[in-house]
């Protein structure tokens, strides 16, 4: 593995995880910034996170998305509208994929069939 590639751990952008869920809708994960020492550091905004997972016709899809609050109790009401941007946002994602997905089916040309004459039949020598 070569030096540029070698992942390495930014110990000046710590954060501790919490996760809490209501074992129903989802999970909010609390990221609380902290020192290289593991104290809290007050000088940078503790940041929430949301996760739901949605069943598609391919199975589960999880979704994440950030929730604006300052606390756990602001996150935990802000997680219904946050969630419900994410899951239109990524539903009009998966619609241009598919919209994609279809235009670059490739059509042949006008006059790539057969040479005219040869009535498209294999020939043996």
């Known amino acids: 593995m070569n030096a540029a590639a070698e992942p390495t751990f ?40 949301g996760q739901i997972s949605v069943m598609t016709p391919m199975g ?11 606390d756990l109790g602001g996150a935990a009401a802000g997680f219904a509208d946050a969630a419900k941007i994410a899951m239109d946002e990524t539903m009009r994602e998966l619609q241009q994929m598919r919209r994609e997905a279809a235009s670059s089916i490739i059509v042949p040309e006008t006059g790539a069939g057969p040479a005219p004459g040869a009535g498209g039949r294999i020939r043996i020598p």
Request: a negative charge; glycine letters at 4%; aromatic letters at 8%.
């Open 60 to 70: 589960t899809l999880p979704i994440t998305f950030e929730i604006d609050a300052t």
């Open 10 to 49: 930014d110990a000046s952008n710590l954060y501790r995880e919490d996760l809490f869920s209501d074992r129903r809708v989802g999970t909010i994960r609390q990221l609380t910034p902290v020192r290289a020492d593991g104290t809290t550091d007050p000088t940078r905004a503790i940041s929430f996170v």
